[in-house]
């Protein structure tokens, strides 16, 4: 799946304090972070990064893990430890799976998903010495971190923290987006259709692309929401996709009023009984 960095979620942090102040996101996302702060200072608010949530909740299927991280002093609250799938098993959940690709068996995407499901994972990292490259493909292709060893704990710890912060931001941004819609289009999709076939008084075609051009872009609008609801560890890309595909419908449809007012062309002569009325 799509990694992001700190920065990525410094900068959604940012954007949700703006923006819940009243900054239209499609202002929002053309700043850059530094104009993103000075707005917040303007605003008598500094910037304060979110509070991370609660110890990173770790499930292993990984003994030889286990004992190395109890040598070391990482914040990590380990929920489940076991040497087999079976044994394998936690109350509440827990953010990240650690597994051992060995211990998963012959078909280690379909053990993982039900270890995921048993336990409550966000996310799953499977640490390998070796592996048959179709089956890293796989994993990989689900969305999996794979990590191959020996690696340092220092290097382990820092990987899982990104990927759980990353996991979190975006599904706050999942849950958001779907309490969020962008404004409802000024023209129906049959109007569109009318004016892309329509006559124009005057010697252009301008009502005709600018229709045609709305029509991709609200498809594309509609595609971008699908994908935010699909799509969870891309939700913030899709998102910004979503938001920003309808700012410039809105900005397209502005247009179009001018040239339709212009070539005295009124929306009531666009309008179509709906079906079934």
Same mark, same amino acid.
């Given at each position: 799946?799509?990694?992001?960095? #700190?920065?990525? @979620?410094?900068?959604?942090? %940012?954007?949700? *304090? +703006?923006?819940? &102040?009243?900054? =239209?996101?499609?202002?929002?996302?053309?700043?850059?972070?530094?104009?993103?702060?000075?707005?917040?200072?303007?605003?008598?608010?500094?910037?304060?990064?979110?509070?991370? #949530?609660?110890? @990173?909740?770790?499930?292993? %299927?990984?003994? *030889? +893990?286990?004992? &190395?991280?109890? =040598?070391?002093?990482?914040?990590?609250?380990?929920?489940?430890?076991?040497?087999?799938?079976?044994?394998?098993?936690?109350?509440?959940?827990?953010?990240?799976?650690?597994? #051992?690709?060995?211990?998963?068996?012959?078909?280690?995407?379909?053990? +993982?998903?039900?270890?995921?499901?048993?336990?409550?994972?966000?996310?799953?990292?499977?640490?390998?010495?070796?592996?048959?490259?179709?089956?890293?493909?796989?994993?990989?292709?689900?969305?999996?971190?794979?990590?191959?060893?020996?690696?340092?704990?220092?290097?382990?710890?820092?990987?899982?923290?990104?990927?759980?912060?990353?996991?979190?931001?975006?599904?706050?941004?999942?849950?958001?987006?779907?309490?969020?819609?962008?404004?409802?289009?000024?023209?129906?999709?049959?109007?569109?259709?009318?004016?892309?076939?329509?006559?124009?008084?005057?010697?252009?075609?301008?009502?005709?692309?600018?229709?045609?051009?709305?029509?991709?872009?609200?498809?594309?609008?509609?595609?971008?929401?699908?994908?935010?609801?699909?799509?969870?560890?891309?939700?913030?890309?899709?998102?910004?996709?979503?938001?920003?595909?309808?700012?410039?419908?809105?900005?397209?449809?502005?247009?179009?009023?001018?040239?339709?007012?212009?070539?005295?062309?009124?929306?009531?002569?666009?309008?179509?009984?709906?079906?079934?009325?």
């Amino acid at each position: 799946g799509r990694r992001y960095n #700190d920065d990525d @979620v410094e900068r959604l942090q %940012l954007l949700k *304090q +703006l923006t819940s &102040r009243g900054l =239209a996101i499609r202002v929002a996302v053309e700043m850059s972070d530094e104009e993103l702060v000075k707005k917040l200072r303007e605003l008598g608010q500094p910037f304060v990064a979110a509070a991370e #949530d609660a110890t @990173v909740r770790v499930a292993l %299927l990984h003994p *030889q +893990l286990e004992v &190395r991280l109890k =040598a070391v002093n990482f914040d990590w609250n380990i929920v489940a430890c076991a040497e087999t799938m079976d044994a394998l098993s936690c109350e509440g959940g827990c953010d990240v799976l650690i597994c #051992d690709l060995d211990l998963l068996g012959e078909r280690p995407n379909v053990a +993982l998903e039900r270890l995921g499901k048993r336990v409550g994972a966000n996310d799953a990292v499977v640490l390998y010495h070796f592996g048959r490259a179709s089956v890293l493909r796989t994993l990989s292709s689900v969305g999996v971190r794979l990590l191959q060893e020996p690696i340092e704990l220092g290097d382990l710890h820092e990987r899982v923290e990104q990927q759980v912060r990353v996991t979190k931001a975006n599904q706050r941004a999942l849950a958001e987006s779907r309490n969020e819609s962008n404004p409802v289009p000024r023209f129906s999709a049959k109007q569109l259709a009318r004016l892309r076939t329509i006559q124009s008084s005057v010697d252009c075609e301008c009502p005709n692309h600018l229709a045609s051009l709305l029509t991709s872009l609200s498809a594309f609008e509609r595609y971008s929401k699908g994908c935010v609801n699909s799509s969870p560890e891309d939700a913030l890309l899709h998102r910004r996709l979503y938001e920003g595909t309808g700012a410039v419908r809105q900005f397209m449809e502005q247009l179009l009023e001018q040239v339709l007012a212009e070539d005295g062309i009124s929306l009531e002569s666009l309008s179509f009984e709906e079906p079934g009325k």
